[in-house]
């Protein structure tokens, strides 16, 4: 039983050594960039929308104009909630890498 045990712990600890630290931190950035991205093209989408829907009381007939720019200020929307799913994905991968209080690295499976 206690051979068994060891043979675990042991397979477990190469599954976490296999994937360090910055691998774990270099993800968690590449989500933080992909966040900035999303929320930026989203922002603008919505401002797009916003003026295309203050336009149309400019126009004659600014039926058109209106519903464009309400759906094209959704969409924007859209992208920008969408994009604050990267920061939960930097969180997980952040918290894949933590640190006791003696400085020995736990490996989690999320």
Known sequence: ?????????????????????????????????????????????????????????????GTNLLYAGGVIGTLGAAITLYGFTYIGKAGKSLMRVNLNSSGIALCYRF
């Open 1 to 61: 039983m206690k051979t068994i045990l060891l043979v675990m712990g042991l397979v477990l600890s190469l599954q976490c050594l296999s994937q360090n630290d910055s691998t774990y931190q270099a993800a968690a950035g590449k989500h933080l960039v992909d966040f900035r991205q999303a929320f930026y093209i989203g922002l603008t989408t919505s401002l797009i929308g916003s003026g295309l829907m203050i336009l149309s009381g400019q126009a004659d007939d």
